[in-house]
């Protein structure tokens, strides 16, 4: 009973004494703002055509449609084209602006925001890789994406210390005050960051699950069928390259399947980092012989929630040399538990 009593302090202290995974949140925000800043400039010449009032899914079909989803809009709310080029040019902004972590927290609700209208408006015209930057992007609204590599935290770092140090309950009003709002802000954090996480283990082994099932990766000629889908094929002459090697596409599909299936029982120990560089090969694949870089992006930059701030801090302490080799280029302490998550 004691045990189970300690081992409940320790998990809530967890939770609520300090931040975990601020660099990862960081480059989740990094990646999945620079990520849907492309996007959206990538199709700037069809706007009009997939989210505008010239699109052949009207605003009128998107309305009738939100009745039945629950989903809304902003893009919707008006038929004009000034209104929808406003909308863009704001998204464009404020993806920019969430990128650079500048006021992060009222940009990431934004970019939640923006992510979910252009999703809602034109849900059947993307590739599918845009379902998990809307769950991401929702979710990183609760984080502190912020606190690290961000115009936020530069902007901190130039402040001097509050006075009195880190708030303590027990004190002065305002000190109390402080205390609720970062330990409020800390347990936000590390639940968004644990939610993120459960989606992309639910994501490998639901695919892996489903792949289990099929008669084709039992047998392995799944990634057989798979190279000769029209559809996705944007280099055949790399497809069918790929496709004489039968059994190594056997090996590769049989690897897929098992890899993604033992992937969320292997993130406690080092086996992880052999995962995550198989999980990197396989959606660079994707991207290569299906052509579908949007899903893929959106998976490898999700992968790295599982990257502990251990990991960044040791490849902030490296540098590349003018020769090309890499040497011991400066010391960087542990962030101290007196930061605020931001």
């Known amino acids: ?16 004494e300090r931040p975990v995974s601020l660099y990862a949140a960081a480059v989740l925000r990094i ?15 069809y706007r009009n055509e997939i989210w505008g009032p010239g699109a052949p899914w009207t605003p009128a079909l998107a309305r009738q449609l939100f009745d039945q989803t629950g989903w809304t809009s902003v893009l919707t709310l008006s038929d004009s084209r000034t209104w929808f080029e406003f909308c863009y040019v704001t998204a464009l902004a404020v993806s920019a602006l969430f990128l650079l972590g500048w006021r992060t ?4 609700i934004l970019f939640a925001g923006v992510v979910i209208s252009f999703h809602a408006r034109a849900i059947f015209m993307t590739d599918g890789g845009d379902n998990l930057i809307l769950l991401m992007a929702i979710y990183l609204a609760f984080t502190a994406c912020g606190s690290r590599w961000s115009l936020d935290a530069r902007r901190r770092g130039r402040q001097a210390p509050p006075a009195g140090g880190p708030p303590i309950p027990g004190g002065t009003l305002r000190d109390d005050l402080r205390y609720v ?22 994501l490998y082994g639901a695919a892996g699950l489903y792949k289990v099932q099929g008669s084709f990766w039992d047998n ?8 000769n889908l029209h559809l996705f094929r944007p280099w055949p002459m790399l497809s069918e390259m790929a496709d004489r090697h039968a059994v190594l596409m056997a090996v590769v599909g049989y690897m897929t399947v098992l890899v993604q299936v033992a992937f969320p029982f292997v993130l406690f120990g080092r086996l992880k980092y052999p995962v995550l560089a198989v999980m990197l090969g ?12 949007l899903f893929s992006g959106a998976m490898i930059i999700a992968d790295t929630v599982f990257l502990p701030d251990r990991f960044f801090l040791r490849l902030m302490q490296f540098r590349f040399a003018p020769g090309g080799r890499v040497r011991d280029a400066v010391h960087l302490p542990v962030p101290s538990q007196k930061q605020s998550a931001g």
């Open 1 to 16: 009973m004691a045990s189970a009593i300690d081992r409940l302090g320790r998990l809530f202290a967890l939770l609520t």
């Open 31 to 45: 990646g999945y703002g620079q990520f849907y800043l492309v996007f959206l400039l990538r199709e700037f010449p």
């Open 105 to 108: 927290r009222v940009m990431s």
């Open 181 to 202: 709002r970062k330990t409020l802000t800390t347990v936000l954090h590390n639940c968004g960051m644990f939610v993120i996480a459960a989606q992309v283990c639910l």
């Open 220 to 227: 392995g000629t799944a990634l057989h069928y798979v190279l």
């Open 282 to 293: 396989m959606h660079a694949g994707i991207a290569l012989f299906l052509g579908l870089p």
